[in-house]
């Protein structure tokens, strides 16, 4: 089944540490995104990319990182320079037109040891 | 810029009745799309239906339909005859110029839980 994946479900990330979450699709869909979700909030846009080798920083991208060397893989860096990362990530793909949803992975909850 | 409102932090319904979920939103786009999806307690996020700006009828999909009105700027969710299933929280958003250069982002409401009493 065409979906995305993402892992791992749970993540724990020590003082001073970088951490990778992974985010894969089958879709076929030119862009993905990256959007944090804080307890009882809305989600808030990370990082978005529309093509390979090509990335755009959303409203809080500083502390994070990303990288998009193929079409199906867009994985996100939590790096140390994030104070507070204890979130919910979500990673989401779509064909990039306005007028199309956008498919969501099961997301990652990253807590700080 | 864009922005969403949903100002129901949290609503109830008995099961089999309907329910109104209210969003406003605000751009100076002419051209965008108004998107629902449902977040259940596992977390996962479920597209449930779209609207773009130019369309003239109301999406409909299913038990879901949504209530546009352009003028004043709102998109509510309509949840018809509700099933215990549908205790969740429910986000609005918006894509800006839809068609267009927007690459698809999509700009987030705070959500509003739902809960279906039996």
């Known amino acids: 089944d065409g979906g995305i994946t993402q892992s791992p479900k749970y993540l724990f990330r020590k003082e001073g540490q970088n951490v990778t979450l992974s985010c894969e699709q089958n879709l076929n869909h030119d862009a993905m995104y990256w959007y944090r979700q804080d307890p009882g909030q809305g989600l808030r846009l990370i990082y978005y990319s529309q093509i390979v080798n090509d990335f755009q920083k959303g409203d809080i991208a500083e502390g994070y990182s990303v990288s998009r060397e193929k079409k199906e893989s867009f994985p996100l860096t939590v790096t140390s320079a994030q104070k507070n990362p204890t979130a919910f990530y979500l990673c989401a793909s779509s064909s990039g037109q306005g007028n199309q949803p956008q498919h969501f992975g099961d997301g990652t909850r990253l807590s700080i040891l | ?118």
């Open chain 2, 1 to 118: 810029a864009q922005k969403i409102t949903q100002t129901q932090p949290g609503m109830f319904v008995q099961e089999k009745e309907a329910v109104t979920l209210d969003c406003t939103y605000d751009t100076s786009d002419q051209s965008y799309g108004l998107f629902w999806y449902k977040q259940p307690s596992s977390g996962e996020m479920i597209f449930l239906i779209y609207q773009g700006s130019y369309d003239e009828q109301n999406a409909t999909e299913g038990r879901y339909s949504l209530n546009f009105q352009k003028a004043r700027k709102s998109a509510n969710l309509v949840i018809s005859a509700s099933q215990l299933g549908d205790s969740a929280m429910y986000f609005c958003a918006m894509s800006a110029n839809a068609g267009g250069t927007s690459y698809g982002k999509l700009t987030f409401g705070q959500g509003t839980i739902l809960t279906v009493h039996p």
